[in-house]
């Protein structure tokens, strides 16, 4: 049969089966274990099933990886939905970038979803929007909890594996309820007190919705370390950056102090987001701060 992992547990892979839509706990078997090849939540599985009264299987195979993610541990991400709210709390776009940067450097395309659009102007929304426009994301605006923007959501997580991100507070679990009510989030004060215990304990896990479409909420969204990050790639993690290479004075031009630099020139001019620029070099100088230790 054929699946995909949506679980890990100690020693047990449970499996989403693509022929009838069950779930089956598997244990890998032992050529996993010689090769010291551990299956990942996310990975495409060949499977036998061992007893099907009881919903037990075992892991025969695993899929050549798209792609794979270190925190959280996860394969064959097709895409990450990051949320951030417009207002309450307000929207750390510093963070926002980080993720970003990550998701650029992994190679999985992210969705930016403003949540809580009810709680601010619509200039203000317009004005988020020309900040992410040359970044290369999608940007959609939502009212999760009137359920406004979800449906536009759901068609872009269709037939897809989507990772869910993004600060506490902002309207995931809210999302997320609307979305799979299987998953049975606690939405919001009385869940962000036991949040810090929960994120220990809770194992990356997948939730279905339908039969090819899955998604992972991502716990821990606030320690994004960008600490493997040299500073002199980050550059090729901006977008906006890229139409503009190779037109700067110096070929290995940082954007930051040098002299006829294209990149500032187009900040000054409006091309590219100030507030975009901005948090490149404070990312640039967060890492060579880093490496002087
Ligand atoms: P999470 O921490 O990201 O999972 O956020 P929750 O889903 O727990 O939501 C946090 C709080 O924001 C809750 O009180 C929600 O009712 C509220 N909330 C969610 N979506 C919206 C929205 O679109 N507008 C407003 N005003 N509040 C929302
Ligand atoms: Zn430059």
């Known amino acids: 049969m054929r699946g995909k992992i949506i679980r890990s547990l100690a020693g047990f892979y449970d499996?989403?089966?693509?022929?009838?839509?069950?779930?089956?706990?598997?244990?890998a078997r032992g050529i996993f274990r010689k090769d010291k090849f551990r299956p990942l939540v996310g990975d495409e599985a060949e499977f036998t099933v061992t007893h099907a009264k009881d919903?037990?299987?075992?892991?025969?195979?695993?899929?050549?990886r798209k792609n794979f993610l270190v925190r959280p541990p996860v394969a064959n991400i097709d895409q990450a939905l990051v949320v951030f709210a417009l207002a309450s709390p307000d929207p750390n776009l510093f963070l926002l970038?980080?993720?970003?940067?990550r998701m650029e450097k992994a190679?999985?395309?992210?969705?930016?979803?403003?949540?809580?659009?009810d709680l601010v102007t619509e200039e203000e929304v317009r004005e988020y929007e020309r900040i992410y426009r040359g970044s290369g994301c999608r940007v959609l605006t939502s009212c999760v909890r009137d359920g406004i923007g979800v449906k536009e959501v759901l068609e872009l997580m269709r037939g897809r594996t989507?990772?869910?991100?993004?600060?506490?507070?902002?309207?995931k679990s809210s999302l997320t309820n609307i979305l799979c009510p299987e998953a049975e989030m606690e939405v919001g004060e009385v869940s962000r007190k036991t949040e810090r215990g929960k994120q220990t304990t809770r194992h990356a896990e997948l939730f279905a919705i339908g039969s090819d479409t899955f998604f992972l909420d991502t716990p821990g969204f606030s320690s994004l370390f960008l600490e493997d990050l040299k500073p002199e790639e980050v550059r090729r993690y901006f977008r906006e950056f890229r139409e503009h290479e190779g037109q700067c004075r110096y070929e290995d031009c940082m954007h930051i102090s040098e002299?006829?630099?294209?990149?500032?020139?187009?900040?000054?001019?409006?091309?590219?987001?100030?507030?975009?620029?901005?948090?490149?070099v404070r990312m640039v100088s967060e890492l060579r701060e880093v490496k002087r230790y």
């Not at 499996?15 to 244990?27: I, K, N, P």
């Not at 190679?107 to 659009?117: R, Y």
């Open 162 to 171: 989507t990772v869910l991100a993004g600060p506490s507070g902002v309207g």
């Open 55 to 64: 919903m037990e299987g075992s892991l025969d195979g695993i899929e050549k």
């Open 107 to 117: 190679g999985i395309p992210a969705i930016i979803l403003f949540n809580k659009e």
């Open 97 to 101: 970038d980080r993720f970003l940067v």
């Open 15 to 27: 499996v989403y089966c693509y022929e009838d839509g069950l779930e089956y706990r598997c244990r």
């Open 259 to 280: 002299p006829d630099c294209e990149i500032k020139r187009a900040v000054e001019a409006g091309e590219i987001s100030r507030e975009r620029y901005e948090n490149y």
